[in-house]
């Protein structure tokens, strides 16, 4: 069952996510704040998004390059996934950088005892990647193409800056098979 984000909890969580990045010393326009900071929903309401549902602002999305800012709130994942071929078109390629709090990444790879991250519960079998990179303010990964991954913020959540090829959301793959919404 799906329960969608009301418009009213769309605002909140937009003007808190702006909060944070006024927090981080990250100046966004004001064109930016009301057509380009977008919450990535996936359908679980509001308690549920705060678990799995980001929130991010594309400063540029070509066919050749995509720039973006990721904002997890505490303790927020996003849902494991992946970037396959689109139309003969390689997967989205990604480096992502923490710029402010803490972001832990998981990828494929030998898994890391005791991750740091809380796998969201009732949701463990979406997330079977556990090779843990820590990532502080200046730290980044580069995820190979079609590599599966995830990310949580830390205990103060976490802001970063992923720089890939073009970006085809609408594409992205999860072993969930959630569909996205975006607002
Ligand atoms: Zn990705």
Known sequence: MEKRL?????EEIKRRAEAMFENAGISLTENEKM???KIVDFGLGYEGFFKIGIVMVTTINTDKYCGRYILFFP????????H??????SGKEETF????????A??????TQDI?????????????????????????????LHEKH???????????????????????????????EIH
Do not use: M
């Not at 959540?157 to 969930?176: H, K, L, P, V």
């Open 6 to 10: 009301t418009v009213k909890q769309q």
């Open 35 to 37: 057509n380009k900071l």
């Open 75 to 82: 303790g927020q994942s996003c849902l494991q996934h992946w």
């Open 84 to 89: 396959p071929d689109v139309d003969g078109n």
């Open 97 to 104: 950088r923490t710029l402010w709090g803490n972001v832990y």
């Open 106 to 111: 998981y990828s494929e790879g030998e898994k």
């Open 116 to 144: 740091k991250a809380k796998v969201p519960e009732g949701f463990e079998k979406y997330y079977t990647c556990a090779h843990e990179s820590v990532l502080n303010p200046g730290e980044q990964i580069t995820l190979r």
């Open 150 to 180: 995830w990310f949580q913020g830390g205990p103060d959540g976490g802001i970063a800056f992923e720089t890939s090829t073009c970006a085809r959301d609408a594409y992205d793959q999860n072993e969930a098979n959630y569909s996205a």
